[in-house]
Nanobody, 121 residues
Framework: QVQLVESGGGLVQPGGSLRLSCAASGSIFSINAVDWYRQVPGKQRELVAAITRDGSRNYADFVKGRFTISRDNAKNTAYLQMNSLKPEDTAVYYC???????????????WGPGTQVTVSS
């Protein structure tokens, strides 16, 4: 099984920056895609950014120009650089990875436990 752990969250003032990390460990053959989601209490989890193994990226409209998703395949780690943060970015941020544990194996996915990001003056 693959485990994901997010880190890098915290308290930041509006206009500030944070870099989140998502480290994967366990039985990994390939991580095919990594997605960052966020969720606030009482609301549905929403997609923030996604990246495929070849580096193709997609972003939600509300973060385009402010957030950058990246990955280091050799380290099995993905990142979310967040700039120009706004109070409405406050949420728990989760990493999701779609992966295979062996060649030709079934693609499955797993979630990390999340990391809190709070944007407040």
């Amino acid at each position: 099984q693959v485990q994901l752990v997010e880190s890098g969250g915290g308290l930041v003032q509006p206009g500030g920056s944070l870099r989140l990390s998502c480290a994967a460990s366990g039985s990994i053959f390939s991580i095919n895609a990594v997605d960052w989601y966020r969720q606030v209490p009482g609301k549905q989890r929403e997609l923030v950014a996604a990246i495929t193994r070849d580096g193709s990226r997609n972003y939600a409209d509300f973060v385009k120009g402010r957030f950058t998703i990246s990955r280091d395949n050799a380290k099995n780690t993905a990142y979310l650089q967040m700039n120009s943060l706004k109070p409405e970015d406050t949420a728990v941020y989760y990493c999701n990875a779609r992966y295979r544990s062996r060649p030709g194996g079934l693609e499955v996915f797993t979630w990390g436990p999340g990391t809190q990001v709070t944007v407040s003056s």
